[in-house]
C-alpha cells in the first residue's frame, strides 16, 4: 500500500496532480474508492497479468470482477479519471481451448456479464483487461498493463 502510494506520486507529476494526494478532477486515485459495498484501487504502475494478481492479493484484495453493467461504468470512471489506457481485470476462460464454454472471475464465480469488444476473442491471447473505453480485451500476459483491484 505505502508502495503503491509512493509510486503513484511518480505518476501524480506526469498528469499534474498536486503534491500529496493524486487526484484529477477531485477524483481520488491513490486511496481505496468505496462503491457500492466494494474498495477499489488502481495499480500506479504497469505490470504483467499474474504479478497483478499478486500484487492485489497482497492487499487482501483480487482483481476487480465487473459483475454488471454498473460497475462496469464505474471501473470506466476510475481508468479515466486516473489516466489509464487499460488495466488488468480478474476474469479467466472457464476452459482456455473451449472459449463456448464461457468465462469466470479467479474465485471461480461464473461471469454472467461480459463486455468484450467486438473484434477480440478470435485467438485467446491468455489474459483480459478493460480498455478505458470499457470494452474488454484479450492479450498476450508477457504484457504489461496496469490493473484494478478490488475487495
Ligand atoms: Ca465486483
Not at 500529496?20 to 488502481?42: E, K, L, M
Not at 453493467?69 to 488488468?88: G, H, I, P, Q, R
Request: proline share 1%.
Amino acid at each position: 500500500m505505502l508502495i503503491t502510494i509512493q509510486l503513484c506520486k511518480t505518476l501524480c507529476q506526469n498528469v499534474g496532480g498536486n503534491e500529496g494526494r493524486w487526484t484529477r478532477d477531485n477524483f481520488t486515485c491513490d486511496a481505496w474508492i468505496p462503491w457500492r459495498g466494494h474498495y477499489y484501487i488502481s495499480c500506479t504502475t504497469r505490470m504483467v497479468w499474474n504479478v497483478a494478481a499478486s500484487h492485489c492479493g497482497s492487499m487482501s484484495a483480487h482483481l476487480v470482477y465487473i459483475n454488471n453493467a454498473d460497475e462496469n461504468s464505474f471501473v470506466k470512471s476510475m481508468l479515466t479519471n486516473c489516466n489509464l489506457n487499460y488495466a488488468s481485470i480478474g476474469l479467466l476462460p472457464i476452459d482456455s481451448t473451449q472459449l463456448a464454454l464461457g468465462w469466470k472471475w479467479q474465485d471461480n464465480i461464473i461471469a454472467s456479464y461480459t463486455n468484450w469488444e467486438s473484434s477480440q476473442l478470435a485467438h485467446f491471447e491468455g489474459c483480459v483487461g478493460i480498455a478505458s473505453d470499457g470494452q474488454w480485451h484479450d492479450y498476450a500476459c508477457t504484457t504489461q498493463y496496469y490493473c484494478i483491484c478490488e475487495y
